[in-house]
C-alpha cells in the first residue's frame, strides 16, 4: 500500500502542476514577449528593464541575467527547465483549435523577431539606446561606386577610399596595378593616360610638347588660330604660311612659292596667281571706293608680281609710302620696268611650275604710276592689299601731300579694313562711314566678287586678316590704324579726310 500511495501522490502532484500552469496559460505569452524582446531588442524611448551591457570595440552584444527582485526567494537551476516543461504538457492538453488561435500572434511575433535578427547589418553592432543609428568610426565610402567599405581590403589615397575592384583608371577603365598613378579630383587615372588626355601636344610635330629646365610645360601659341607648338620649331626651320600664319604639321605638305614662301592648302584654295585673274578683284574694289564717293579719275595700272620683282620695286621708290617689313604691296609714282606674271604657274605636287612672266614698262601719267601686288595670296589678303594701296593713289591724285607715316598709313590700313569688313560681315553689322562721307550713299556697294558668297575656310580667313590689322603692334600701321579708326567711328569719313587734308593730322 505504501508504494501505491506515493505513486498516486507523485500522480497526482503532476496533474496538479499541469493544471496549475494551465489555468495560468498567460505565463507562457509573457514568455513569448520576453523573447520577441530579446531578438528585436527595445524600441525608441521604451524603458528597459533588462538593457544590455554593449562592450566598446567589440561587435557582438553581451546580456546580464535579468535581476530579480530583493523579496523573490532564490531559485535553482533545474526550476526555468522544470517551468519550461510544465508549459510544453499544458499546451499539449489544450484542444486544438484553441491553441492554434492563442498561438499564431505570439508565433508569427517569434518569426519576425527571428527574421529581423537575421537581417541585421553584421558590420555595425545594434545600439538599443541610440535612436538612429549612426555612422560607426572608420567609416568609409568607396570614391567610385559610392557604396560603403566594410571591413574587407580597401585602397585609400588623400582621404578617398576605394574597394579594391573600384581602383580603376577613369579613362581606359583598366584596373590600376602600377604603384604610381595620377589623381584627378577623385578619378585616378594611368599616368600615360593621364598625359594623353590633359598634357598638351605639339600642333606641328604632334608630339607631347616637353618640359624646360624648370620642368614647366613651355610652348608657343598663335593668338588667333590657337595653334600650339614646341618652341624650338621657330628655329628649325619649319615652314609657316604666308598668308596665315599657321605652321605646317608634320602630317601635311605645304606649298612652296619658289620665292621663300609657302601656302597653307586653306589659303592655296582662293590664291590669285596672275594679272589676268586679280582683274575682277581690282575693278570691284574701284566700284567700291566710287560707292563712297571716292572715284579714282585715273586708270591706274595694277601689276601682280613675284617677290623678287617687289623688292627691287620698292628700292627704286625714292619717296612714297613707308613699307612694312615683309611688304605685300606697292603704289608707285617713279617710271620703272617691272616684271609681271603673265600666266597662272601650274602645279606639281607641292611646287609651282612653268611661271611665264614678261616685263613691262610703267610710264608716268599723272601722280600714280601703277600699284603692284605679290602674287599667290588668298582672294580677300589680295583685295585688302589693292583697298590699301589704292587709297595711297587717291591720296595722291587728291592733293594730299607730306603726311606722316601714321597718318597715311593709319587711314589707309582703315580703308582695307572696312573693305574686308563688307566681304565678311552682313550689312546689318557693319560699320557705315559713307553714309557720313556723301548723303547719297547709306550703305555698301554690292562687289561683283561676291556674286557666289564665301565659304566658311575663307571667312575666317577674312576675320583672321581684320584681327591682323586691328592687332598690329608698329607705329604707322598699328597705331595708325586705330587713331584712324577711332576718328572715323566718331566724325566720319568725309570729316576725317577734311580734316587730315587742313591740319595734316586726325580730327581729335
Not at 441 to 452: A, I, L, R, V
Request: charged share 25%; glycine share 8%; hydrophobic share 30%.
Amino acid at each position: 500500500m505504501g508504494p501505491m500511495l506515493s505513486t498516486q501522490a507523485i500522480s497526482c502532484g503532476v496533474l496538479s502542476l499541469c493544471f496549475s500552469f494551465l489555468s495560468n496559460a498567460e505565463r507562457r505569452s509573457s514568455f513569448m514577449k520576453w523573447l520577441c524582446t530579446f531578438l528585436k531588442g527595445s524600441k525608441p524611448g521604451e524603458p528597459n528593464r533588462r538593457r544590455p551591457r554593449i562592450t566598446a570595440g567589440e561587435e557582438d552584444t553581451l546580456w546580464q541575467p535579468p535581476v530579480r527582485p530583493k523579496n523573490d526567494p532564490p531559485r535553482n537551476d533545474n526550476e526555468e527547465l522544470d517551468r519550461a516543461i510544465a508549459e510544453s504538457i499544458a499546451e499539449d492538453v489544450k484542444p486544438p483549435k484553441e491553441r492554434n488561435h492563442k498561438g499564431d500572434s505570439n508565433d508569427e511575433d517569434l518569426a519576425r523577431a527571428i527574421q529581423d535578427s537575421l537581417n541585421m547589418n553584421p558590420y555595425t553592432p545594434y545600439n538599443p539606446y541610440a535612436p538612429s543609428q549612426a555612422q560607426p568610426r572608420g567609416h568609409r565610402v568607396c570614391g567610385r561606386c559610392k557604396h560603403e567599405i566594410g571591413h574587407g581590403h580597401y585602397l585609400s589615397c588623400m582621404g578617398i577610399y576605394w574597394h579594391p575592384q573600384c581602383f580603376r583608371c577613369c579613362s581606359c577603365g583598366h584596373p590600376i596595378r602600377e604603384t604610381e598613378f595620377t589623381l584627378l579630383g577623385t578619378d585616378p587615372y594611368h599616368k600615360l593616360c593621364y598625359k594623353e588626355l590633359h598634357h598638351p601636344k605639339c600642333d606641328v610635330c604632334l608630339q607631347f610638347i616637353p618640359t624646360n629646365r624648370s620642368g614647366l610645360i613651355e610652348y608657343r601659341a598663335h593668338p588667333f588660330w590657337g595653334q600650339k607648338y614646341c618652341p624650338l620649331h621657330e628655329q628649325d626651320g619649319t615652314p609657316r604660311c604666308c598668308s596665315c600664319e599657321k605652321m605646317e604639321p608634320r602630317n601635311t605638305k605645304y606649298m612652296s612659292l619658289g620665292d621663300g614662301r609657302s601656302l597653307c592648302m586653306e589659303c592655296l584654295g582662293s590664291a590669285v596667281m596672275d594679272t589676268g585673274e586679280c582683274q575682277p578683284l581690282y575693278h570691284s574694289i574701284r566700284d567700291y571706293y566710287e560707292g563712297m564717293n571716292m572715284k579714282l579719275d585715273q586708270q591706274i595700272p595694277m601689276l601682280l608680281v613675284e617677290r623678287q620683282a617687289l623688292n627691287e620695286a620698292m628700292e627704286g621708290e625714292s619717296k612714297g609710302p613707308h613699307h612694312m617689313p615683309e611688304t605685300r604691296g606697292l603704289c608707285l609714282s617713279e617710271e620703272q620696268t617691272v616684271s609681271s606674271i603673265f600666266r597662272r604657274p601650274r602645279i606639281g605636287g607641292n611646287r609651282l611650275l612653268d611661271m611665264r612672266t614678261q616685263p613691262q614698262k610703267l610710264t608716268r601719267r599723272c601722280e600714280v604710276t601703277a600699284i603692284l601686288v605679290l602674287y599667290g595670296l588668298p582672294r580677300l589678303l589680295t583685295g585688302s592689299i589693292l583697298a590699301h594701296e589704292l587709297m595711297h593713289g587717291w591720296l595722291r591724285l587728291k592733293g594730299y601731300r607730306n603726311l606722316n607715316a601714321e597718318v597715311e598709313e593709319g587711314i589707309c590700313q582703315v580703308m582695307s579694313y572696312l573693305w574686308l569688313e563688307s566681304e565678311i560681315l552682313p550689312a546689318s553689322s557693319r560699320h557705315a562711314p559713307s553714309s557720313s562721307y556723301a548723303s547719297s550713299s547709306s550703305s555698301y556697294p554690292p562687289t561683283s566678287s561676291k556674286k557666289g558668297g564665301i565659304s566658311h575656310t575663307e571667312k575666317k580667313l577674312g576675320e583672321f586678316f581684320m584681327h591682323q590689322i586691328a592687332n598690329d603692334t608698329s607705329t604707322a600701321y598699328g597705331d595708325g590704324f586705330r587713331t584712324a579708326y577711332a576718328a572715323v567711328n566718331k566724325y566720319g569719313l568725309r570729316q576725317t579726310l577734311n580734316h587730315i587734308r587742313l591740319t595734316g593730322g586726325f580730327p581729335v
